[in-house]
């Protein structure tokens, strides 16, 4: 077993074996921590850079137990869903009806008609959520409940990121997921998650 430790202390960088002999020892058995110390002298790492990236990993690791402390419930959720879908639908059937103005609806253009309904729900839907969460880190519904989306680490969500959160909303069963975890899939796909307004 000692052997097979070595083996996989010496595959580690220098910056991994200094955060488990440091920052992330209680997470190892006393048998691989063992293998990391002896990986470290044999490599000789500088002490030096051993206090910049244990500095660095003690406050990435604070930053982390602090944004998930802060991680919203299903409660909050629900609401944020609920005033989202209304919002949403409300601006889906403005549009819709100030379409239906300049085109009205006959035989001849009524399968055409429905398409772009269909098309225009979906592609509102698409815009709420992405335009909103890209600008503001919320929606209508997260400004009401004080939540954001954040990345893992608590830092702002790149566009890609929301680009991802937001089609991933259209998975079947992903509002069900928060049934059963925390983070549904839209956040686990998309490396985000949902926190009180006050983390930074």
């Not at 430790?5 to 209680?26: G, N, P, Y």
């Not at 009806?97 to 609806?105: A, E, M, R, V």
Request: glycine content about 4%; hydrophobic content about 45%.
């Amino acid at each position: 077993m000692e052997n097979e430790f070595a083996k996989v202390m010496s595959e580690r960088t220098d910056e991994e074996l200094i955060k488990i002999v440091t920052v992330e020892r209680e997470r190892y058995n006393p048998t691989a921590i063992e293998a990391a110390d002896a990986e470290v002298e044999k490599r000789n790492i500088d002490t030096s850079e051993f206090e910049k990236i244990r500095e660095r990993a003690t406050a990435e690791k604070e930053q982390k137990e602090k944004v998930d402390s802060n991680v919203v419930g299903l409660g909050i959720r629900f609401v944020n869903f609920l005033i989202d879908f209304i919002v949403w639908l409300i601006l889906a059937f403005i549009i819709s009806f100030i379409i239906g103005l300049f085109i009205p609806l006959t035989a001849e253009n009524q399968g055409i008609l429905t398409l772009f309904v269909y098309i225009l729900f979906f592609g509102s839907f698409i815009a709420y959520y992405a335009i909103m969460e890209i600008k503001f880190q919320k929606t209508v519904g997260k400004f009401v409940t004080k939540t954001k989306v954040v990345k893992m680490n608590g830092e702002k969500p790149t566009d890609g990121d929301i680009i991802t959160r937001t089609f991933c909303r259209l998975i079947p069963f992903d509002r069900l997921s928060f049934l059963f975890v925390k983070n549904g899939i839209h956040d686990f796909l998309s490396k985000t998650k949902v926190v009180k307004d006050n983390v930074e």
